[in-house]
């Protein structure tokens, strides 16, 4: 993650191949930065910075080798999410971006053994920053890069060394740093003379002078004996230190903070339930982590400010692994799952979804099936998070730190020979009975697999909050689920949504349209759009198709459904209306009965015309255009409108129109409960 120099806008980059830019103080989002991507790992974003001179923001990981074979940097604009630049002809994954404390240079962490390169921010061609200085002699990859104020630069690689640079971008210094093999995160001290160090293998955190790179009393971490603390920080007075990374202390992933004069008083405070994986401090002594939850801000006690949820189940643990069981033919998935809910405390329960009735179900009367860990020919072993499985004792090939998560052996049936899927945290791979892979498929952790008894699916619960179907005989994905929190914790507003890879769905409910939609690239240099599921309802909002997408004839079935309507592409081309986004949450609890309703709206290239306000089923009001529709106040994104309403319980929609006034989209409804103390009277 990455602040802007006035603390008031903080950037993620995430797996999910976007970047957030939300509001520092509220954690409101404020804008999705979309690069373009493609299939597998094409547009993963590992790293990201804000420019403290112009407020650019730049984005990589993943990015650009499905276009040129090179990775590639992308430049946005915060306030309008325009892509303004690419840098393009890095030669290895971006793990890390860091600006100067002017802006005029930024640094790049490049991985398998690429090392460091310095662009400048003022010398710009066709709107890439010009290459000022590499940092090469690495063996392995770097993962962070961090300047102080004076413009020097230290930099982590697990080949175990630090690399110190002056000003010049000339190396000075470099040594290997006690508490581990692997340096992940270093960071200066604001007065820049030590610099702490955290590790991907170890829970210790060094410390270090600034100088020379030699060793610093730190603090002690003997007491932390499970995971890492990887990710460090400063408070921006020096006074205190954080760390935090994949330590768990059995509630938890902490952040651990200590009194940096004489390494006292330390303290954890209660801040994920997964991996932290970046700390930032404000000038007011709190400070913003990211972790997968995903992100969230403490004030100086410790205590939560506000915390982004992630929205999503998570299936992993032992417990979900093999309680993941499936109907022979697949059409019905049990699962287990935890979730964190709003008093942050973690629950873990189970449920069961129906594709034939398309919804959960309180039972099935058909058998299910448990995945099959064990046969008389097949001895996988090592596969339970390790990275080297093998079968019948010979190893099974992944690639380097690709690390095992779960197993499925296919139930005997006549005349089939046996088989096995191993999700991993990267790919799906289904292996015949000698070991050979048959197929894979790119995913986002495999946190437990089944293969159907008919022998036909293999269903993969995901990292993503993804439950998928996938045919065992190529791979090819034939559906996908979605399930929000709320379609467990909220029976009255269940909120679901299935697909099928020709974009077909079915959801629990028209609010539910806003958990999916269609990402559409613009090429190589410019940001993508992206299109809400709502857009093309009258098309893909097929519950009937979707309850078949497991049975033999579904192919046919869609393939002359879009022969009538025309593919998304064609569709796409006879007009969109603009997406619209409510800002500040979706529930609101109220004390007065007069409201301010606030939204931004999203051009897709057929302009905006007129605005229309629903509350509770009946249209109120609406703008002619969205001139009529006042601005946020300066320095926001967006529109706004007064209401005043009774007494209760109210559902207000927006709705949103074309500059022909021809094509509309209804936003996600805002669900508002008046609790007016004057309303009686």
Known sequence: MAIDKAERFVVTASDDKTARVWDVATGQLLQTLRPPIGLGGEGKLYAVAISPATEQIAVAGWTGYQWDKTHSI?????STGKMQGRIRGLPKVIFHLSYSADGLVLAVAL???????????TAIIKGEYQELARGSNYTQSSYSID?????????TSDDGYLRLYNTQFKKVVEKKVAGGS???????????SRIAVGFDD??????????????????????????????????????????????????????????TADWTGEQAYAAAQTTVMDILPLADGGLLFASADPAGRLDKQGQKVWKQGAGKLDYSGYT??????????????????????????VERKTALWDLKQLGLTAESQQTLYAPLLKNTELDVQQWEAQYQPQLNGSALSLRSYERSRSLAIARPIKDKLPAFVLGTEWQLRFYNHLGKQQWEQTVSIAWAVNISANRRYVVAALGGGTIRWYQTSDGKERLALYLHPEAITDQANPRWIAWAPDGFYATSSQAAESLMGFHLNQGADKAAKFVAASQLSRVFDRADLVARALDDDYPQLAAQALKKSGDINSILNAGLAPNIHLLGGTTRQLKSRHFNLQFSLEDLGDGIGKIEYWVDGK?????????????????????????????????????????????????EPLMLEVNDPYASS
């Open 74 to 78: 992308y430049l946005f604009n915060r």
């Open 111 to 121: 991985g398998a053994g690429e090392g460091v390169r310095f662009y400048s921010t």
């Open 147 to 155: 300047f102080d104020a004076q413009g020097r630069s230290i930099s």
């Open 182 to 192: 692997e340096p992940f995160f270093a960071r200066f001290s604001p007065d820049n």
């Open 202 to 259: 170890s829970t210790a955190v060094s410390l270090v002078s600034a100088k020379d790179l030699s060793p610093l009393a730190s603090p002690k971490t003997e007491l932390f004996t499970q995971g890492s603390l990887n990710a460090v920080a400063w408070s921006k007075n020096g006074k205190q230190l954080y760390a935090a990374g994949r330590y768990d202390n059995g509630q938890g992933n902490p952040i651990i903070t200590w009194a």
């Open 320 to 345: 979900a692994l093999r309680d993941f069981k499936l109907s022979e033919s697949a059409d019905t998935v049990h699962f287990h799952y935890r979730y964190e809910n709003t008093l942050g405390q």
């Open 619 to 667: 249209l109120v009001a609406a703008n002619g255009t969205r001139a009529y529709a006042p601005r946020l106040p300066a320095g926001q994104q967006g529109y706004q409108r007064d209401f005043t309403l009774d007494h209760g319980k109210h559902r207000v929609v927006v709705k949103a129109f074309n500059q022909k006034n021809e094509i509309s989209a209804e936003s």
